[in-house]
């Protein structure tokens, strides 16, 4: 009795675009790097050598110091966002999201101004408001007469990259304010009425009630600020150049995976060394994702309403 | 009265954090905007002074409409970003309908397969891209650019587009069939315009980081043809970096098309992330 039901081919028209294009662009492309970086040139013609170009990247001085240094320094800027820029942005949503704000609209769009503006705009100000020479902060600071506060930021090593980060935070925190804000306002009234009911109200009810039901929210950014920390490149490369200076103190993995495959200055650029270090930005990234969504997301307990 | 009282100081506190993060938020960009209207020496003598008569001077904006090409490269901008978003949109809209209306087997794979891209980032496959892009004879043309945009950004979009679409009503839908509309018609005239709000955040999601991507331009696409206004502006800083004049105004330039366009979708953007499109 049952006939074999028709095939729907919709499904397949409305579905093949995007997986064309998508795997076409985007895995192709990625497994290509993946299996590139297995290869290097003997003289003239493309071998296959197994690991050895991990080998060299962790192992050989000439390469790992650079690959370690550029590592630790993007964990630093993450650090640095983690510890300033979701605060903050937590700290600007509970406010926002507080009933009978006036002006809610006015501020959310303002802070949000700088997510939407290019890298060279943001390197490009930052650099004219912090330069010694030309800058207005120093101006500024002697204004208030904090002048001996003043450093060339972005020109020492030892603040530099830290200077970044907190440029980086400053153009970013819109994001985690705007996913915090949405998550709050999809809190039921009868939770607060409830708490308000018990006496809880103000910070107290922030920490026992809005905090843990917003934490889902604050898993998923982290886990985007871990994303687009280990695949940042463009306002260290605005601010800094491809070399990353001063002294490469500012490098991170984007820039130096930039520098390996296209080559500056005198070196030239070397592809198969570049996809080793694209494959290790991979590894660490999936590893991070990995963690989270094992590690951390299974524990965080959702509530449903 | 207590009460009211606490509660009043409560909301100036929060005004004042919230208006002093703004400031904060908006110092750069407000700097650069009254400087670009002013002449060179007010520039580096009160930085911080409005535009007014003594120092009005438009040279920085004359030069930058003279000397860059910024009108071709803003057109390459502009068309990039139309064809991307709208590939994006068109492609995310049709798998996320198939992946939230149809039961099929291999659904639930295909939507992790494709929710994989948000978490991966597409650089990592710069490497194999620009080969491949040689070897189509691609490299710069504003086609290969807009064919990375549509693969970056179809992942997010399916992701939030698919959660949207469970929530229109399978009444309607069932209504349309019985009607005798193909699944072709009651996508398109049906379930689309039903789900504008959510076109509008991923729109804007999508559209930043492409209006604004160095990575790819500098990479895909580096001639003078195609280059787009962000790696223009790199550019320019870089040959006129004595003119602040110019800079300045190649700046507030820069800063009017994206600003335009997000004021536009904000509205429906809250709209959009409140109804649990991102959570």
Known sequence: ?305 | MANTRSHTGRSIAAHAILLTYTLIALFPVFVIVINSFKSRRAIFAEPLMPPMPGNWDLVGYTTVLEQGDFFQYFLNSMTVTVASLFFVLLFGAMAAFALSEYRFRGNLLMGLYLALGIMIPIRLGTVAILEMMVSAGLVNTLTALVLVYTAQGLPLAVFILSEFMRTVSDDLKNAGRIDGLSEYRIFFTLVLPLVRPAMATVAVFTMIPIWNDLWFPLILAPSEETKTITLGSQVFIGQFVTNWNAVLAALSLAIVPVLVLYLIFSRQLIRGITAGAVK
């Open chain 1, 1 to 305: 009795m049952a006939s074999k039901r028709p095939i729907r081919w919709h499904i397949g028209v409305f579905l093949a675009p995007a997986v064309l294009v998508y795997t076409a662009i985007m895995i192709v492309p990625l497994f290509g790097t993946l299996n590139l970086s297995l290869y290097n040139l003997d003289g003239q013609n493309r071998i296959f050598v197994g690991l050895t170009n991990f080998v060299t990247l962790f192992g050989d001085p000439r390469w790992s110091d650079a690959f370690w240094n550029a590592l630790w320094n993007n964990c630093w800027f993450f650090i640095i966002h983690m510890l300033v820029q979701n605060p903050i942005g937590i700290l600007l949503a509970a406010l926002l999201s507080s009933p009978r704000l006036r002006m809610a609209a006015f501020y959310r769009t303002a802070i949000f101004i700088p997510t939407i503006l290019s890298f060279v705009i943001v390197g490009f100000v930052w650099k004219l408001i912090l330069s010694p020479i030309w800058g207005i902060a120093p101006g500024m600071l002697d204004a208030v007469g904090l002048k001996f506060l003043f450093a060339p930021w972005l020109g020492k090593e030892e603040y530099a990259l830290t200077t970044l980060a907190l440029i980086s935070v400053w153009q970013f925190v819109g994001i985690p304010m705007m996913l915090i804000y949405a998550a709050l306002l999809s809190i039921p009234d009868d939770v607060i009425e409830a708490a308000e009911m018990d006496g809880l109200t103000g910070w107290s009810q922030f920490w026992k009630i809005k905090l843990p039901l917003i934490l889902p929210s604050i898993g998923i950014i982290s886990i985007l600020t871990f994303v687009g920390n280990f695949n940042a490149f463009d306002l260290i490369y605005v601010a800094q150049g491809a070399l990353a200076g001063p002294d490469f103190s500012t490098d991170i993995l984007g820039t130096f995976l930039y520098r390996t495959f296209f080559g500056f200055q005198l070196q030239l650029g070397d592809p198969y060394m570049g996809s080793a270090i694209a494959t290790a930005m991979f590894g660490i990234i999936l590893l991070g994702v990995c963690i989270y969504l094992f590690g951390i997301q299974t524990r965080l307990r959702r509530y449903q309403f």
